[in-house]
């Protein structure tokens, strides 16, 4: 199982970079060619995700992000530092919101699209930070016949 970690500043120019990298280890993982996009995209999202989550909450902490080669399949993890709350909390307010926020509404658009982009997608959360994990399948590199 090969593992490729990456961590960038939360800035928003370095998401390119990152799904950049997810898909080129992706294809050498035997990714197929026609799910590239949707890795690339998938990816994208999350780490626009983790940014917006570590800007909006002032964390100086790295955006980080494995890339893991297993026997058949290929997995990413996108994290963050942030801390959630449960869906409907609101610090300071008594009984959660009856209004989402733009904030929150982005967030949630975001996990929609890596949710309809990723067959298998995890979402966790808690007070440490965030993690979202998309794994797709992989096909083993052709053999030669001499």
Known sequence: MATVELRFSALPE?????????A?????S???????????????????RAVGLHQSGGISA???????????????????????????DVPGV????DEPDAETEEDEMGLAVISGLVDDVEVTAGEN????????????PATLVP
Do not use: N, Y
């Open 14 to 22: 370095h998401v390119r970079t990152a799904r950049l990298v997810a």
């Open 24 to 28: 080129a280890v992706a294809r050498r």
């Open 30 to 48: 035997g990714v197929d060619e026609a799910v590239l996009d949707e890795v690339r995209l998938a990816v994208g999202e999350a780490c626009t």
């Open 62 to 88: 790295p955006v980080r992000v494995l890339l893991i080669e297993e026997e058949k399949q290929f997995s990413i993890e996108v994290g963050d530092e942030a801390p959630h709350t449960a869906p409907g």
């Open 94 to 97: 008594q009984g959660g919101a």
């Open 129 to 140: 930070g965030g993690l979202i994990r998309m794994s797709w399948p992989t096909t083993p």
